[in-house]
């Protein structure tokens, strides 16, 4: 058989789907099954079924109220039901005549004249049409992309390509797994004997192959990747070993804290990291206040000892913000000034900063997006570091990577193409490779966000992992309580008097539908009515729109004191550190998810004094939302939170799959397959030093046609 010619209009609709080659369309698995197989009795049928009937129209008309609607009325000599069509094509009115024969699937419901179908699947037959052999799948797709089509489609990439599988027969065997060509053909033309449920939750043999096969080319796909990170070259920013060069032992000593145990160890992971000739590529994981600044702040004096640049970048101004001024005040009396860089600078600030950091002036660069703009050039990076990684988009990470590649060569010598075999011996020797630039930067990731240990181990692979599992001493753990709305009064008479106390108290404003027009003007109503409730209180406001200048003054009037309390909305959830703000209220929090209420909760409890956080919820709640407002009112681990966030939202939410473009799975889910995680990470090393070719061909199956910028 030949492959099925495609029309230019229907490959850039296949596009839309991922789908950007032939073997794409294998893989290309059903949402759903309708069963076509046989024929119900209309007789027979019941509400809330999805069934097939055939039988003649024996009325057919178009009403006018509540809104136009073609309303026909099938019969098959034992029962009858009722067809009806919202929106409907003259063609249709022609198909659903009164006199022709209908076979008619869908879910019947009672309707206000009996049982009816709403917008079924109809189509015209006669006695001797014959019933489908095997289910119908039902594909996700996309507009203009009929059902049919599809299936055409896929039915000829199932008989004109190879479907041979790719894992050695040993490994089939070990795990209990059939063939991968056994598992596609069912999956697309299942028997009418098949559990249907089985195929739809996914529980079926041959969906346990697809899900294996899925999470084993992810594995597989990290440890190359991880792999090949240790063949690019990278600078050696080793320890400094002269006493009055130790930039990092100099900070630790002026500090007037002392540093936790897993403090010390991340820090003595990452220095290790940076003495290496190739790109360290770390993520850093830490609860909320588990304070991984400082080991930040350490990693860039590692980099400013070795005379390379450092770039710290964050999602928003407030978190840039807060770094550039506790960098500042713990840097500076060493002589190093930081600069701020981010977009609401004038042109004029803005220019010089460029300037300064283009010319090497500056060892240390902070601030928002606006770092890795294109005008912006550095002398010699050597580590960027990006908090909050997952709130960034997987360009703006690269861009900031392919800084350090854009800096100027470190002995402004020529770049050579090729010098294997001596550079084989160099790096085997510990030297640094002749011929290569050594100026990709390597990177120090942070989220304050904790990942469950399946989601590491699923989707940070190829990443080193270090944990700060401990919060300093001296930190009280937070109170949190619920109090429905109707309560508002007395939540309002303790912000009162916490505030007259002498603490101060945020008090954070609803997200509405995503929309920021609307939060702000929330933000704002409630911030002039909380003024008028409180004449004797000097009350703030801060949110995403204000202009920089006026959010800088805001926050430093509250940290300062001079402002008792401040109304904000979620722009606060991460990087605002306030010791003496020790009571938050969390307005409409049931419209919050879990990591953001953990996060804002995180901003109390940073000082001495004990702190509450109030959750002001509205009834009615959601099953959803009681789960979250449960979980949070229990729990104050942010990794246990996290694990139950995963569980309630799937990864994609939890990793920010929107904002980072993370391949997130499509088949598998790490959570109710965490045994097939486990197996397909130990298959994954077996693969890649047993069986090398099956690993290759796997991979080109599953990954060959994606944009993979899992690994950034």
């Not at 996914?202 to 899900?211: D, F, L, T």
């Not at 229990?634 to 994609?652: K, M, N, V, Y």
Request: glycine share 6%.
């Amino acid at each position: 058989m030949q492959p099925t010619k495609i029309s230019p209009a229907t490959l850039a609709k296949l596009a839309k789907l991922g789908i950007h080659h032939r073997s794409d369309l294998l893989l290309h698995l059903p949402l759903r099954y309708e069963d076509e197989t046989h024929l119900a009795p209309i007789a027979a049928v019941q509400p809330g079924e999805t069934v097939q009937v055939q039988g003649n129209i024996t009325h057919s008309e178009i009403a006018f109220r509540p809104r136009r609607t073609l309303v026909c009325r099938l019969e098959d000599g034992g029962g009858e039901l009722y067809l009806r069509f919202l929106n409907f094509y003259p063609s249709q009115q022609k198909q659903l005549a009164v006199g022709k024969q209908i076979r008619a699937i869908g879910e019947v419901r009672m309707g206000h004249y009996g049982l009816e179908m709403v917008h079924p699947k109809c189509r015209a037959v006669d006695n001797d049409t014959p019933l489908q052999q095997s289910l119908t799948p039902v594909y996700p797709t996309t507009a203009g992309l009929a059902q049919p089509l599809l299936r055409k489609l896929i039915t000829n990439a199932l008989e004109t390509l190879p479907l041979s599988d790719t894992l050695p027969d040993a490994l089939l065997k070990r795990l209990k797994l059939v063939g991968f060509a056994a598992s596609i053909q069912l999956l697309h033309n299942p028997t009418p004997d098949m559990a249907a449920r089985a195929l739809e939750e996914r529980s079926h043999a041959a969906w346990r192959r697809i899900k294996f096969d899925e999470l084993l080319a992810q594995q597989l796909s990290m440890r190359v990747h991880h792999r090949e990170r240790s063949k690019r070259v990278a600078p050696i920013l080793a320890p400094t070993l002269e006493p009055h060069q130790q930039l990092t032992a100099r900070l630790i000593k002026a500090l007037p804290f002392v540093l936790t145990k897993a403090q010390q160890r991340t820090f003595a992971e990452i220095s290790r990291d940076l003495a290496q000739p190739h790109p360290m590529q770390r993520l850093l994981l830490g609860d909320v206040g588990s304070g991984k600044t400082i080991v930040a702040a350490l990693a860039a004096l590692q980099a400013i000892e070795n005379g390379y640049q450092v770039a710290l970048m964050a999602p928003t101004e407030i978190l840039a913000e807060q770094h550039y001024l506790k960098l500042r005040d713990w840097l500076e009396p060493l002589g190093i000034v930081p600069v701020w860089l981010s977009g609401s600078l004038k042109k004029k600030d803005k220019q010089l900063t460029a300037e300064q950091i283009a010319s090497g002036e500056t060892l240390l660069a902070i601030g928002t997006h606006a770092l890795f703009q294109q005008q912006i050039e550095f002398h010699k990076l050597g580590l960027a570091i990006v908090d909050e990684q997952h709130k960034f988009g997987v360009q703006q990470r690269l861009a900031l990577r392919r800084k350090g590649a854009a800096s100027k060569s470190v002995r402004g010598e020529p770049v050579e193409p090729h010098l294997p075999q001596a550079n084989a011996l160099r790096q085997a020797q510990g030297e640094r490779p002749e011929g290569f630039n050594s100026n990709e930067p390597h990177q120090l990731m942070m989220s304050a966000t904790p990942i469950p240990r399946t989601l590491a181990m699923s989707y940070y692979a190829d990443l080193d992992v270090s944990v700060i599992d401990e919060v300093p001493p001296g930190r009280t753990p937070v109170i949190t309580k619920l109090v429905s709305d109707e309560r508002r009064d007395e939540v309002i008479a303790r912000v009162r008097s916490a505030c007259m106390a002498g603490q101060q108290a945020y008090w954070v404003c609803p997200l509405i539908d995503e929309s920021e027009a609307l939060q702000l003007q929330t933000a704002i109503e409630t911030y002039e009515k909380l003024r008028a409730e409180f004449p004797e209180l000097k009350v703030g406001l801060v949110h995403g729109k204000l202009d920089n200048a006026e959010k800088v003054r805001v926050m430093a009037a509250f940290k300062a004191g001079e402002l008792q309390l401040l109304v904000a909305t979620t722009v606060i959830e991460v990087g605002v550190d306030v010791p003496n703000a020790s009571l938050m209220v969390i307005d409409h929090a049931e419209r919050m998810g879990l990591a953001q209420l953990h996060q804002l909760r995180g901003r109390v409890g940073r000082g001495a004094a004990q702190s509450l956080c109030i959750l002001l919820y509205q009834q009615p709640l959601s099953e959803l939302a009681r789960a979250r407002l449960k979980i949070i009112f229990e729990s104050t681990d942010g990794f246990a939170i996290a694990q139950h966030d995963l569980q309630l939202r799937g990864p994609g939410e939890l990793l920010g799959a929107r904002q980072s473009g993370v391949a997130m799975l499509r088949f598998a889910d790490i959570s109710a397959d965490e045994g097939l995680l486990n197996h397909a990470r130990k298959a994954a090393d077996e693969l890649l030093r047993d069986f090398p070719e099956a690993a290759r061909a796997h991979l080109h199956r599953w990954m060959a046609n994606k944009h993979d910028y899992l690994h950034v």
